[in-house]
């Protein structure tokens, strides 16, 4: 989640990020881990904002890591097993080899860099260094599925909100560890391809098997399900309008968004509907008139 104000000058520790848009402008940076379980449970595990101009930041790599750590110790008790699901931003070998080391976590991030080196298994079994792309073409096809995407097909203007079809293959790799190159996780590479799409496929890297129609579509189900994060990042900043706050102190701009998350959480755990009391008041709180057409966050 990035804080932008395009105008701010005077707040604290202000630094730059990048916008949606591509652009640079005056803002923060947070990590978020929210987690998502059986029967439509959501809730915030981590939270933090941070800038790179505060003094007591070491490196945004300390920020990941701290994040991973404290949100597995929240979890010790937890039995089952846990996903991380991530995207590009995480695109990491030292992020991936550091949930590997949790017990009963695993994960799935969409990758960027298509130039790393893996392993690739020959078909006489023996496993040779390969780039990430030249495995491309050994891709086998698994499913196909439809779902309901954001996305501009062939022919159209403009992205739009529509029914599409995907095309799911996977192979399977190994991923080196960081500093001891004789240690490996196995791993496979997801590409979800939507037909006639403009835009590049998503490549997904998980370490959950991926060999047949189920577990493939599984993977793209759990990455499909991240975009209600975006989602929640949205509702954060337009309920409350976080990026138009005035305090300048930095660690008042910090609690201003944790409690924004604090009554996100709230809302979303009972459903996010103004039928509910408790979500009227919230709303009436943060501003919103009650008019036909005006829901919270307009």
Not at 131 to 153: C, G, I, P, Q, S
Not at 181 to 203: E, F, I, M, N, S
Not at 218 to 234: G, H, L, N, S
Request: aromatic letters at 12%; proline letters at 3%; a neutral charge.
């Amino acid at each position: 989640m990035e804080l932008r104000r395009s105008g701010a000058q005077e707040q604290e520790y202000l630094m730059r990020v990048k916008a949606l848009d591509g652009s640079l402008v005056n803002g923060y940076r947070s990590f978020n881990v929210l987690g998502m379980g059986r029967e439509n449970a959501r809730g915030l595990l981590y939270h933090k904002v941070f800038s790179s101009r505060a003094p007591d930041f070491q490196s945004e790599n300390f920020e990941i890591r701290a994040a991973i750590q404290e949100t597995e110790q929240a979890l010790v008790d937890f039995e089952g097993w846990k996903t991380w699901v991530m995207d590009m931003g995480f695109d990491n070998d030292d992020v991936w080899w550091q949930i590997w080391e949790q017990p009963r976590s695993r994960l799935v991030c969409r990758v960027y860099n298509l130039e790393r080196i893996v392993l690739w298994q020959t078909a006489s079994g023996e496993w040779e260094e390969r780039y990430l792309d030249a495995t491309f073409k050994h891709f086998r096809h698994l499913a196909d599925v439809e779902t309901e995407l954001e996305v501009r097909l062939q022919g159209q203007k403009r992205t739009r909100r529509q029914k599409v079809r995907l095309q799911l293959c996977a192979v399977p790799i190994r991923i080196y560890h960081p500093e001891d190159k004789t240690r490996t996780q196995d791993t496979w590479l997801v590409r979800a391809k939507v037909v006639d799409a403009v835009g590049d496929p998503w490549y997904l890297l998980t370490d959950w098997p991926v060999v047949d129609a189920q577990s493939v579509t599984r993977i793209f189900i759990f990455y499909r399900r991240r975009w209600a994060v975006e989602d929640t990042f949205k509702f954060i900043k337009t309920s409350f309008g976080v990026e138009e706050v005035q305090m300048m102190d930095f660690e008042s701009i910090r609690n201003l968004v944790a409690y924004a998350w604090v009554a996100a959480g709230f809302l979303f755990h009972l459903g996010l509907t103004l039928e509910q009391p408790e979500v009227r008041l919230l709303a009436v709180l943060g501003g919103w008139e009650e008019r036909a057409n005006r829901p919270p966050g307009k």
